[in-house]
Protein backbone atom coordinates (compact mmCIF):
# COMPACT_ATOMS: atom_id res chain seq x y z
CA UNK A 1 0.00 0.00 0.00
CA UNK A 2 1.72 3.46 -0.99
CA UNK A 3 0.37 6.39 0.74
CA UNK A 4 1.11 9.81 -0.58
CA UNK A 5 1.55 13.60 1.27
CA UNK A 6 -2.25 13.39 1.61
CA UNK A 7 -2.77 10.20 2.98
CA UNK A 8 0.04 10.05 5.32
CA UNK A 9 -0.60 12.42 7.65
CA UNK A 10 -4.06 11.50 7.94
CA UNK A 11 -2.49 7.90 9.01
CA UNK A 12 -0.31 9.24 11.21
CA UNK A 13 -3.10 10.92 13.07
CA UNK A 14 -5.29 7.83 13.49
CA UNK A 15 -2.49 6.16 15.31
CA UNK A 16 -2.87 6.04 19.17
CA UNK A 17 -0.22 7.99 21.16
CA UNK A 18 2.13 5.49 22.47
CA UNK A 19 1.06 2.87 20.30
CA UNK A 20 4.69 1.78 19.87
CA UNK A 21 4.98 0.91 23.36
CA UNK A 22 5.12 -2.78 24.43
CA UNK A 23 2.01 -3.65 27.01
CA UNK A 24 2.13 -5.19 30.28
CA UNK A 25 -0.13 -7.62 31.14
CA UNK A 26 -1.68 -8.04 34.48
CA UNK A 27 0.09 -11.31 34.76
CA UNK A 28 3.47 -9.24 33.86
CA UNK A 29 2.73 -6.31 36.68
CA UNK A 30 2.18 -9.31 39.50
CA UNK A 31 5.25 -10.61 38.67
CA UNK A 32 7.07 -6.93 38.68
CA UNK A 33 5.33 -6.22 41.99
CA UNK A 34 6.50 -10.17 43.29
CA UNK A 35 10.32 -9.23 42.41
CA UNK A 36 9.75 -5.41 44.13
CA UNK A 37 8.41 -6.76 47.46
CA UNK A 38 11.21 -9.59 47.41
CA UNK A 39 13.49 -7.01 47.04
CA UNK A 40 12.33 -4.35 49.86
CA UNK A 41 11.08 -7.54 51.69
CA UNK A 42 13.48 -6.25 54.79
CA UNK A 43 12.63 -3.25 54.54
CA UNK A 44 9.01 -4.12 55.21
CA UNK A 45 7.07 -3.51 58.37
CA UNK A 46 3.67 -3.32 57.77
CA UNK A 47 3.31 -5.73 54.09
CA UNK A 48 6.27 -8.20 55.34
CA UNK A 49 4.65 -11.01 56.57
CA UNK A 50 1.96 -10.86 53.34
CA UNK A 51 5.22 -10.65 51.54
CA UNK A 52 5.12 -14.85 50.54
CA UNK A 53 0.94 -14.90 50.97
CA UNK A 54 -0.64 -16.50 47.98
CA UNK A 55 -2.48 -14.11 45.84
CA UNK A 56 -1.07 -11.19 47.92
CA UNK A 57 0.39 -9.31 44.71
CA UNK A 58 -2.90 -9.62 42.64
CA UNK A 59 -4.99 -7.74 45.86
CA UNK A 60 -1.77 -5.02 45.49
CA UNK A 61 -1.78 -4.42 41.76
CA UNK A 62 -5.91 -4.12 42.20
CA UNK A 63 -5.08 -1.58 44.80
CA UNK A 64 -2.40 -0.11 43.10
CA UNK A 65 -4.88 0.35 39.93
CA UNK A 66 -7.11 1.27 41.71
CA UNK A 67 -5.64 4.30 43.33
CA UNK A 68 -3.87 5.30 39.82
CA UNK A 69 -7.77 5.72 38.52
CA UNK A 70 -8.98 7.89 41.59
CA UNK A 71 -5.85 9.64 40.50
CA UNK A 72 -3.66 9.44 43.65
CA UNK A 73 -0.09 9.11 43.16
CA UNK A 74 2.65 8.41 45.93
CA UNK A 75 3.05 11.33 47.10
CA UNK A 76 -0.73 11.64 47.79
CA UNK A 77 -0.21 8.74 50.23
CA UNK A 78 2.80 10.44 51.67
CA UNK A 79 1.24 13.56 52.57
CA UNK A 80 -2.04 10.81 54.26
CA UNK A 81 1.03 9.46 55.83
CA UNK A 82 1.93 12.65 57.32
CA UNK A 83 -1.24 13.64 58.64
CA UNK A 84 -1.93 9.87 60.38
CA UNK A 85 0.67 9.42 62.64
CA UNK A 86 0.40 8.57 66.67
CA UNK A 87 -2.53 6.73 67.12
CA UNK A 88 -2.72 5.89 63.39
CA UNK A 89 1.22 5.13 63.24
CA UNK A 90 -0.01 1.35 61.68
CA UNK A 91 -1.77 3.21 58.68
CA UNK A 92 0.92 5.59 58.27
CA UNK A 93 3.03 2.95 57.76
CA UNK A 94 1.09 1.07 55.10
CA UNK A 95 0.62 4.46 53.34
CA UNK A 96 4.15 4.99 53.35
CA UNK A 97 5.07 1.11 52.03
CA UNK A 98 2.41 1.57 49.16
CA UNK A 99 3.71 4.64 47.90
CA UNK A 100 7.39 3.14 48.34
CA UNK A 101 6.03 -0.27 45.82
CA UNK A 102 3.88 2.45 43.88
CA UNK A 103 7.57 4.33 43.55
CA UNK A 104 9.97 1.31 42.57
CA UNK A 105 6.68 -0.18 40.26
CA UNK A 106 6.25 2.97 38.21
CA UNK A 107 10.22 3.25 37.61
CA UNK A 108 10.35 -0.36 36.41
CA UNK A 109 7.42 0.13 34.02
CA UNK A 110 8.91 3.39 32.15
CA UNK A 111 8.69 2.61 28.68
CA UNK A 112 5.47 0.84 28.86
CA UNK A 113 1.63 0.67 28.64
CA UNK A 114 -0.18 -0.80 31.98
CA UNK A 115 -3.09 -2.17 30.62
CA UNK A 116 -4.85 -1.39 34.10
CA UNK A 117 -5.62 1.77 32.46
CA UNK A 118 -7.79 0.71 30.01
CA UNK A 119 -10.66 1.83 31.64
CA UNK A 120 -9.33 5.40 32.85
CA UNK A 121 -10.48 6.84 29.30
CA UNK A 122 -14.14 5.39 29.69
CA UNK A 123 -14.31 6.60 33.13
CA UNK A 124 -13.50 10.17 32.02
CA UNK A 125 -16.08 9.68 28.86
CA UNK A 126 -18.49 8.48 31.51
CA UNK A 127 -17.94 11.60 33.70
CA UNK A 128 -18.84 14.24 31.04
Known sequence: MSLGF???PGRCCLRPV???????SD?????????????????????????HKRGFTEV???????LKRDRL????LRQAADVSTG???????KLTELATIMDELAAR????????????GAARRAAR
Open 27 to 51: IGRRILLKDILLQHSRELTVFQRSV
Open 87 to 93: KHARLSA
Open 18 to 24: GEHLPRI
Open 60 to 66: LGHTIAE
Open 109 to 120: MEGTIDRSHRSD
Open 6 to 8: VGL
Open 73 to 76: SSDH
